[in-house]
């Protein structure tokens, strides 16, 4: 296979190169090249900042009649990015460094300044000499007095540093660290007095709630004992029905309780809760008489009848004794409830 990117070229057998003609170029002719600017600058026309190191492309050329050590100076025409003004600066061979010519000023510049400057002074000063004698004794006794001042300002150093020499460090360090640890000692023993006190003050006041609290327990668990001892819930489940002595004999502490008190604890009232609206408190003064009901007569009133008055005075039944009335429609569980809990008190 051939290759892909063809380095090689053809050359035929009666090539001759003699007979290519020269291109004559000017010696003064452009070149564009990609280059980046070397130092910041601005802009006269606009003031636009062009930093170091920002790409352009820029026309080259070589400087006529200009050479440094047999070397070529070299010229690049920019553009500003703002206003498209033309800016040119050229090589300094001599600085190894780049020179601005025109269309804008070098930023940060201070430092060349300064050397130039001084290097300025430096060349003036040795033309005067060489045409002034009276001027090279004048800047020699001016060397010399700046001299003596030097000199005195380094015996003045040397004499501090002798000073501070005298200085025992050692010991200074020493008592520092010494007050450091004492005051450090002082600052721990306040920390613990403090706590101390913090401690005795939380303790009193543990004590304190704690003897309140101990009061105020024991208070509740007498109360609690005594509701416990006068109020049981089931003491209509655990105590049996009392005897007709039993009912008729007073209690021990001298005050009778009646039955119904102990129902009405474990089961309730007949007037409160959601039956308290369905059952209706019979009213004393309004009762109406309840009826008797005659007894069915037996056999010895009967025979009482049949032997005359006689008879019947000798063997009389013995009066009847009434019911408790019983209604058939109106009459309800409850009460019946009530009334026989009422018929057990009886003396």
Request: hydrophobic content about 15%.
């Given at each position: 296979m051939s290759e892909r990117k063809v380095l090689n070229k053809y050359y035929p057998?009666?090539?001759?190169?003699?007979k290519i003609p020269k291109l004559k170029l000017p010696k003064d002719r452009q070149y564009v090249v990609r280059l980046m600017a070397p130092f910041n600058m601005r802009c006269k026309t606009c003031g636009?900042?062009?930093y170091k190191g920002k790409k352009f492309n820029a026309r080259k050329e070589t400087v006529q009649n200009e050479l440094y050590m047999g070397l070529p100076i070299f010229r690049f025409y920019i553009k500003c990015t703002r206003c498209l003004a033309e800016i040119?600066?050229?090589t300094d061979p001599e600085n190894t460094d780049y020179a601005m010519e025109h269309g804008a000023t070098r930023n940060f510049q201070a430092e060349k300044l300064i050397e130039e400057e001084e290097k300025k002074l430096q060349r003036e000063r040795e033309e005067e000499e060489l045409n002034n004698p009276m001027k090279v004794l004048e800047n020699r006794t001016r060397d010399s007095k700046l001299e003596m001042e030097v000199l005195e300002n380094l015996q003045e150093l040397k004499e501090l540093n002798q000073r501070q020499a005298q200085v025992d460090f050692e010991g200074m360090l020493n008592r520092y660290k010494e007050y450091e640890e004492n005051e450090r000692k002082r600052q721990e023993e306040e920390d613990e007095r403090e706590t101390r006190e913090m401690l005795d003050r939380a303790l009193v006041k543990r004590l304190r709630d704690s003897d309140s609290d101990s009061d105020e327990d024991?208070?509740?668990q007498r109360e609690r004992a005594e509701r416990c001892s006068t109020d049981k819930p089931t003491d209509i489940l655990t105590t049996d029905r009392p005897t007709e002595a039993q009912a008729s004999a007073p209690p021990a502490g001298g005050v009778k309780r009646p039955r119904g008190e102990s129902w009405e604890r474990s089961v309730g009232g007949l007037g409160g809760g959601a039956l308290g609206s369905l059952v209706v408190r019979k009213k004393p003064?309004?009762?109406a008489p309840k009826p008797e009901v005659a007894a069915p007569p037996t056999n010895h009133s009967v025979q009482s009848e049949a032997n005359g008055p006689k008879a019947?005075?000798?063997c009389t039944a013995p009066p009847a004794v009434a019911s408790q009335p019983i209604t058939a429609q109106n009459g309800s569980s409850l009460s019946l409830l009530g009334a026989y809990s009422d018929s057990d008190d009886s003396e």
């Open positions: 057998p009666d090539f001759d190169p003699s636009e900042y062009i040119t600066f050229k024991r208070e509740k003064g309004s009762s019947s005075s000798s």
